[in-house]
């Protein structure tokens, strides 16, 4: 069974950071793609990040680049997104989410279709 349990959110006031981090099991962590994606209130689910199985190549929605960077530790079967610079739109929930499959040579995706496996999510608010 695969898990992905998402960590590190709470409240934080505007131009804070905070890193979250998803940590994963039951799947060969170092072989999959990985993607942040969040969901705030009355809106829909929106991509964040994503990095490549190797961790070579990482792709951002504009609305966080410059401020937020993806990264992965591949011995701790874990990625993390840290996120400066907050802003209060970017209170949501975050999820973390893993490929549909391994060593998937594309480059990385902004789309929910290409993640196979979803956590929990943890909040993350950000106050004015």
């Known amino acids: 069974q695969v898990l992905l349990a998402e960590s590190g959110g709470e409240l934080v006031q505007a131009g804070g950071s905070l890193r979250l981090s998803c940590t994963a099991s039951g799947l060969t962590f170092s072989s999959y793609p990985m993607a942040w994606f969040r969901r705030a209130p009355e809106k829909e689910r929106e991509f964040v990040a994503a990095?490549?199985?190797?961790?070579?190549?990482?792709y951002y929605a504009d609305s966080v680049k410059g401020r937020f960077t993806i990264s992965r530790t591949n011995a701790k079967n874990t990625v993390y997104l840290q996120m400066n610079s907050l802003k209060p739109d970017d209170t949501a929930v975050y999820y973390c989410?893993?490929?549909?499959?391994?060593?998937?040579?594309?480059?990385?995706?902004?789309?929910?279709?290409?993640?196979?496996?979803w956590g929990q999510g943890t909040q993350v608010t950000v106050s004015s």
């Open positions: 990095i490549t199985w190797s961790g070579g190549r990482t």
């Open positions: 989410a893993a490929g549909v499959k391994p060593y998937d040579s594309s480059p990385p995706s902004n789309r929910p279709n290409m993640y196979g496996y």
